[in-house]
């Protein structure tokens, strides 16, 4: 949150919101939230708990890869969002984000880790770009994928990395910033 205000956010998108946790404390916090999440019982559930408590949260339904573009906020959040869908589909979600942050705007990735003995002993598919689908279980058709440091870093090529840095259970948190003068398209300049 201090991050977010020192930037003077006003605006937040909470991308694949899951539960809702960040846009209810975001709310809470002051700043303006729009949330989409691909699951419409999700959707309902944030309405429902953000009714309750008198906050103007604005939640629809809509996956990462297809967000509109004719809007514009000053942060995303997109927190274990991209690591549960096929590469080419992170790609065309974080090719939207950038679009729709405002010049200068903030940008926080939260990515898994790799996969541990657990993961492994589920049975899966392995898709050629290196997605996984459980197949049985309780994360029966769950899409996953692993994205190392360095393809991390690829996918965010349209931003200047501010911090990255990885958890003790591996997963990692990256504040980026989408680059100043870059108002239009995806970012042609290096990652810094």
Same mark, same amino acid.
């Given at each position: *949150? &201090?991050?977010?205000?020192?930037?003077?956010?006003?605006? @937040?998108?909470? @991308?694949?919101?899951?539960? =809702?946790?960040?846009? @209810? /404390?975001?709310?809470?916090?002051?700043?303006?939230?729009?949330?989409?999440?691909?699951?419409?019982? !999700?959707?309902?559930?944030?309405?429902?708990?953000?009714?309750?408590?008198?906050?103007?949260? &604005? !939640?629809?339904?809509?996956?990462?890869?297809?967000?509109?573009?004719?809007? !514009?906020?000053? /942060?995303?959040?997109?927190?274990?969002?991209?690591?549960? *869908?096929?590469?080419?589909?992170?790609?065309?979600?974080?090719?939207?984000?950038?679009?729709?942050?405002?010049? =200068?705007?903030?940008?926080?990735?939260? *990515?898994?880790?790799?996969?541990?003995?657990?993961?492994?002993?589920?049975?899966?598919?392995?898709?050629?770009?290196?997605?996984?689908?459980?197949?049985?279980?309780?994360?029966?058709?769950?899409?996953?994928?692993?994205?190392?440091?360095?393809?991390?870093?690829?996918?965010?090529? =349209?931003? $200047?990395?501010? &911090?990255?840095?990885?958890?003790?259970? =591996?997963?990692?948190? $990256?504040?980026?910033?989408?680059?100043?003068?870059?108002?239009?398209?995806?970012?042609? &300049?290096? $990652?810094?």
């Amino acid at each position: *949150m &201090e991050r977010l205000r020192k930037a003077k956010v006003k605006t @937040v998108l909470d @991308v694949g919101f899951g539960r =809702g946790h960040w846009s @209810v /404390a975001l709310a809470r916090a002051g700043f303006q939230v729009t949330a989409v999440e691909i699951s419409a019982l !999700a959707v309902e559930y944030l309405q429902a708990w953000a009714k309750e408590e008198g906050l103007p949260i &604005e !939640a629809f339904v809509c996956p990462a890869q297809g967000l509109p573009t004719d809007r !514009a906020f000053d /942060a995303v959040i997109a927190n274990s969002v991209l690591d549960h *869908m096929f590469k080419e589909e992170a790609e065309e979600a974080i090719r939207r984000i950038h679009t729709i942050l405002r010049p =200068g705007g903030l940008l926080l990735l939260g *990515m898994d880790g790799p996969p541990d003995e657990e993961d492994e002993k589920y049975p899966h598919l392995v898709f050629p770009d290196g997605t996984w689908q459980f197949l049985g279980g309780r994360r029966d058709r769950l899409l996953w994928r692993f994205w190392t440091d360095a393809e991390i870093r690829e996918l965010l090529r =349209g931003f $200047v990395v501010e &911090e990255f840095w990885v958890r003790p259970d =591996g997963k990692r948190h $990256v504040w980026s910033r989408k680059y100043a003068g870059d108002s239009e398209g995806f970012g042609a &300049e290096g $990652v810094s």
